[in-house]
T-cell receptor, first 113, second 111 residues
Framework: EAQVTQNPRYLITVTGKKLTVTCSQN?????MSWYRQDPGLGLRQIYY???????DKGDVPEGYKVSRKEKRNFPLILESPSPNQTSLYFC????????????FGDGTRLSIL | KQEVTQIPAALSVPEGENLVLNCSFT??????LQWFRQDPGKGLTSLLL?????REQTSGRLNASLDKSSGRSTLYIAASQPGDSATYLC??????????FGTGTSLTVIP
């Protein structure tokens, strides 16, 4: 089954403790992206990747890191999480080309205390 | 910077009604516009994607239109059903690879 898988689905942690949210897709998609969703603000793009070793900032990259060492994986790293990064996070992927739809994971609900 | 707006924020209709959801965007230089539905606790499910050169797309009871020059898109749902209850989001892909989402319309279809 074609899917985008995020782990963990839920995480409660404390300020300053480094964490990684993993994202994996099995559709051989070139493009992957991370979003955060906050009430009243909608989904905002954090980082995206066009292919292996090619990443770029989205609208709200501050406090986040990403890497793309393999085509299927695109982890989101919070080196020193803060409470304002408490949010619902989504990973998405799509085939290359101008007009391919994005496919989303089920989300990771992150709480930073 | 692209801004995407969806009005109304919430909508409640009786089963069987036809309805229209609205999406507007400020910069007409887009590659495409995509409509999604989001169910509670779930990710986003793609409904329709309209390329910038297209005027509309249809899938079953759904029809999406795009008027790029006026910065507007509509999602028409025919003969609504309780299973259509969800939050509907529109997203535009601006030039480049950045995507901008509206805050969504929460739809409730009353049996």
């Amino acid at each position: 089954e074609a899917q985008v898988t995020q782990n963990p689905r839920y995480l409660i942690t404390v300020t300053g403790k480094k964490l990684t949210v993993t994202c994996s897709q099995n559709m051989n998609h070139e493009y992957m992206s991370w979003y955060r969703q906050d009430p009243g603000l909608g989904l905002r793009q954090i980082y995206y990747s066009m292919n292996v070793e090619v990443t770029d900032k989205g609208d709200v990259p501050e406090g986040y890191k990403v890497s793309r060492k393999e085509k299927r994986n695109f982890p989101l790293i919070l080196e020193s999480p803060s409470p304002n990064q408490t949010s619902l996070y989504f990973c998405a992927s799509r085939q290359g080309g101008s007009n391919q739809p994005q496919h989303f994971g089920d989300g990771t609900r992150l709480s930073i205390l | 910077k692209q801004e995407v707006t969806q009005i109304p924020a919430a909508l409640s209709v009786p089963e069987g009604e036809n309805l229209v959801l609205n999406c507007s965007f400020t910069d007409s230089a887009i590659y495409n516009l995509q409509w999604f539905r989001q169910d509670p606790g779930k990710g986003l499910t793609s409904l329709l994607l309209i390329q910038s050169s297209q005027r509309e797309q249809t899938s079953g009871r759904l029809n999406a239109s795009l008027d790029k020059s006026s910065g507007r898109s509509t999602l028409y749902i025919a003969a609504s059903q309780p299973g259509d209850s969800a939050t509907y989001l529109c997203a535009v892909r601006s030039t480049g690879n950045q995507f901008y989402f509206g805050t969504g319309t929460s739809l409730t279809v009353i049996p």
